[in-house]
């Protein structure tokens, strides 16, 4: 599968945003689906994900802040961003993986689409 995000900009600290991860391919629905993120000079981090029955599992950093959907008929997961801070400044990859279960690490993930930067502004 090949996955496109898209949706990331500037945006003032407490804004909103939507990301969106376009898959190719008809099994998008197969596919257990997440986002992570990875700030200037740090290490890619877990944002959340949803498997193939609408489950969803996010970080503490973002838990009640962000939401994740899919919508199988348009092939596409999003990331709704709300009450945004400075620290969700970075580039955010969407990910898909046959693996089951809470798949937070990045090895779980198979595959990659290419990121959309993110920048938070204090």
């Known amino acids: 599968v090949q996955l496109q995000a898209s949706g990331g900009g500037l945006v003032q600290a407490g804004g909103s945003l939507r990301l969106s991860c376009a898959a190719s391919g008809r099994a998008f629905r197969s596919y257990n689906m997440g986002w992570f993120r990875q700030a200037p000079g740090k290490e890619r981090e877990f944002v959340g994900r949803i498997n193939r029955s609408d489950g969803t599992h996010y970080a503490d950093s973002v838990k009640g802040r962000f939401t994740i959907s899919r919508d199988n008929a348009r092939n596409t997961m999003y990331l709704q961003m709300n009450s945004l801070k400075a620290e969700d400044t970075g580039v955010y990859y969407c990910?898909?993986?046959?693996?089951?279960?809470?798949?937070?690490?990045?090895?779980?993930?198979?595959?990659w689409g290419q990121g959309t930067l993110v920048t938070v502004s204090s």
């Open positions: 990910a898909a993986t046959s693996v089951v279960g809470t798949t937070t690490r990045l090895n779980d993930y198979w595959y």
